[in-house]
């Protein structure tokens, strides 16, 4: 049987920062690489684990050194931000939001639903569900 995960991936758009829980990465077989995926007609992001950086995709070497610190794995990407403001439409550039997803770990990827995004309140803390 095929277990999946529930997780969350929150984005911050002031900032261009994609925070990612440690645990998705450990689920995720803590790659050394991870491709940060978007699919418009589906509605969806993903986040692949990787072995190797492929040239032209989004992918980003995993730190060991910055797994250590707070809950969530953070990467700075201006065009995955700016991607998925072109993709919703509507979303407020000081905000931060969250997406709810689940983790495939057969497939070594974690799979975000655009339609659950939510808006997190500025006094809550991205690293809390």
Do not use: W
């Not at 995720?28 to 940060?36: E, M, N, S, V």
């Not at 407020?92 to 709810?100: D, G, I, T, V």
């Not at 983790?103 to 809550?124: H, N, Y």
């Amino acid at each position: 049987m095929n277990s999946v995960m529930s997780t969350t991936m929150a984005v911050d758009l002031k900032k261009y920062r994609i925070r990612i829980h440690k645990a998705t990465i450990h689920q995720l077989g803590d790659p050394k690489y991870i491709q940060l995926l978007v699919n418009p007609k589906t509605m969806e992001v993903a986040i692949r684990s990787v072995e190797k950086e492929l040239s032209g995709d989004q992918t980003h070497k995993v730190n060991i050194h910055r797994m250590k610190s707070d809950n969530s794995y953070e990467i700075y990407s201006r065009t995955f931000t700016t991607k998925l403001c072109e993709i919703i439409g509507g979303l407020e550039a000081n905000y931060s939001y969250r997406f709810f997803g689940n983790i495939l770990p057969a497939q070594k990827a974690a799979v975000f639903s655009l339609k659950t995004i939510k808006r997190i309140d500025p006094l809550e803390n991205l690293d809390n569900d």
